[in-house]
């Protein structure tokens, strides 16, 4: 008689992900006003809440946003755009996260595509109907945190960057304007492209009097340890890419008690100013 085998192990349990973040924007050393808004949130079927500049909590019972936008638009115009932009993000969350929570993995682009379209129209008709927000739009960059996967979707020239926990600093998002398309031609290096004098013109933003629009929309499965920059492109202006790692990855000792977004924020705007300045750094921290 041939001997049983043993039972299977019982499975280890798992704790779940969960993220850390923090938050900051500045009106920079030039511009009056700050066209820059940033969005942080979570959801769940049920309810959508707004989070704080810094916290960390679980991915167990809730998904989680964040999200820059950068208006565009003479007087309060481009203000009033980037934060009507990310107002409208959380209207259809509560049904979103249903789909999140069944697994539906391949309806995240359309949902997002759909938002980013009406968002676009809202601002294109707001546009239309009052003078004082004609030509009015904004860029945005959304990302979206479920217990594996950060799901985004962009368009403009703020960015969204990706720093996985082997290291290195990956740009997620296309700048939509020319001399983004240059760049990841590899026409242009990065000197080159922070120097260009058409490096702020854009081929698409949300309003803006564009008929048509297309997100850059995408996923990244993420692990303990990676970590996530949403930034506008007046940090940009201000960092070089090996700059926003190092401050992000390795905290200056001169600099205790700082967040993430803090020392790129400001380092940023000692270093240009001329634009608002905005970033949102997420870290998949390890389980305790």
Not at 101 to 108: H, R
Not at 158 to 169: D, F, K, M, Q
């Amino acid at each position: 008689m041939s001997a049983k085998s043993a039972p299977p192990p019982p499975p280890v349990a798992r704790d779940p992900s969960g993220v850390e973040w923090s938050g900051l924007t500045h009106v920079g050393r030039v511009r009056k006003n700050n066209e820059d808004t940033f969005l942080a949130l979570t959801f769940d079927g049920h309810e959508v809440r707004y989070l704080g500049k810094t916290g960390q909590a679980s991915l167990a019972g809730a998904d989680f946003v964040f999200a820059v936008s950068d208006g565009m638009g003479g007087a309060k115009a481009g203000e009033f755009a980037s934060r009507f932009a990310v107002d409208r993000i959380t209207r259809l969350l509560p049904r979103s996260f249903r789909l999140s929570a069944a697994g539906m993995a391949a309806g995240f682009g359309d949902i997002l595509t759909e938002l980013f379209s009406q968002i676009h129209a809202d601002l294109l008709h707001l546009g239309f109907s009052y003078e004082e927000c004609a030509g009015m739009g904004a860029t945005l960059s959304l990302a979206w945190f479920t217990p594996e996967w950060m799901y985004f979707a962009h368009i403009g020239d703020s960015r969204i960057y990706y720093l996985p926990r082997e290291g290195g600093l990956n740009q997620l998002t296309h700048d939509h304007s020319h001399v983004g398309w240059l760049r990841r031609k590899r026409s242009l290096n990065e000197r080159e492209a922070r120097s260009h004098p058409r490096r702020n013109a854009l081929q698409q933003a949300l309003g803006a009097g564009h008929q048509f629009v297309e997100p850059h929309v995408g996923a990244v499965g993420h692990r303990p340890g990676d970590r996530f920059l949403l930034c506008s492109d007046g940090l940009v202006d201000g960092l070089w890419d090996r700059q926003i790692e190092e401050l992000i990855r390795t905290p200056p000792p001169d600099r205790p008690g700082q967040t993430a977004a803090q020392r790129l924020v400001e380092e940023a705007v000692q270093s240009s100013g001329r634009d608002n300045t905005t970033a949102i750094v997420v870290e998949i921290p390890a389980p305790i």
